[in-house]
């Protein structure tokens, strides 16, 4: 069993991921800068904060304090998902991510997994665009697979939110929401869904409309004509 960060199912399977919403932006900083400017990692604390506190490539634009960040890291540490790092005569004390060792994850999903704990569900096209920055990812195709890999991955580590039939505009978000947050989630990607569709649709729904007024209006054609009244003025 792995404590909070998925435990084992009798299959061998491990459940969903489940990191607050403190945690998984600590877990996307350090991914990121291991990726993006590997000189200036592992982070110290106070890199660490700014890293979390960026107004640049974040979503939503935190502000969070030292000992939020401190706390969150003690947590995913006890969760195997980072450790303290001490350089040789080095007094700061740093900061580093488990992900690659933990989840046996290479640099194209770990690009995309910090793009969607930095600035949370994105279309495919905003995915590619914004992960390239630390990994190449050569075209949606591409993205796709690491998608697809990261979905399959046990525990899950993204998720699509998009319904199976719509191939534009598909959105992806990162698998380690508490399930209330999901839910709230999948009742948001509906309503986008709904909207879209009836954006998309919106000649045939008139039409229909107007079908269903024309017939309204032969029917009370007819019962005015059995009773025998005035047709009304339109």
């Not at 200036?40 to 700014?50: D, E, F, G, K, R």
């Not at 995915?127 to 075209?139: G, K, Q, T, Y």
């Not at 979905?151 to 699509?160: D, E, F, N, W, Y």
């Amino acid at each position: 069993m792995r404590d909070a960060v998925g435990e084992t199912t009798t299959d061998g399977a491990e459940s969903a991921v489940a990191l607050d919403p403190i945690e998984r932006r600590v877990l996307g900083v350090l991914i990121e800068k291991q990726l993006s400017t590997p000189a200036s990692y592992p982070l110290t604390l106070n890199a660490l904060i700014a890293g979390c506190n960026q107004k640049s490539n974040r979503d939503p634009v935190l502000d969070l304090e030292p000992y939020e960040v401190q706390e969150a890291l003690e947590r995913l540490r006890a969760r195997g998902l980072v450790s303290q790092y001490f350089s040789a005569g080095g007094r700061a004390e740093k900061w580093r991510t488990l992900d690659r060792e933990h989840w046996g994850i290479g640099g194209p999903e770990r690009a995309v997994l910090a793009e969607l704990l930095l600035r949370g569900p994105q279309s495919m096209g905003e995915l590619r665009a914004r992960a390239s920055r630390m990994v190449p990812i050569a075209d949606l195709a591409a993205l796709g697979e690491v998608l697809e890999a990261l979905a399959s991955h046990q525990p899950p580590l993204a998720v699509r939110l998009s319904p199976p039939g719509q191939r534009r505009g598909v959105r992806w978000a990162h698998a380690l929401y508490p399930e209330t947050e999901r839910a709230a989630l999948r009742t948001e990607e509906g309503a986008r869904a709904a909207a879209a569709g009836g954006g998309g649709g919106g000649a045939g729904a008139r039409s229909g409309v107007r079908e269903q007024l024309a017939a309204l209006e032969r029917r009370i054609a007819r019962i005015e004509q059995h009773l025998g009244l005035e047709p009304l003025e339109p």
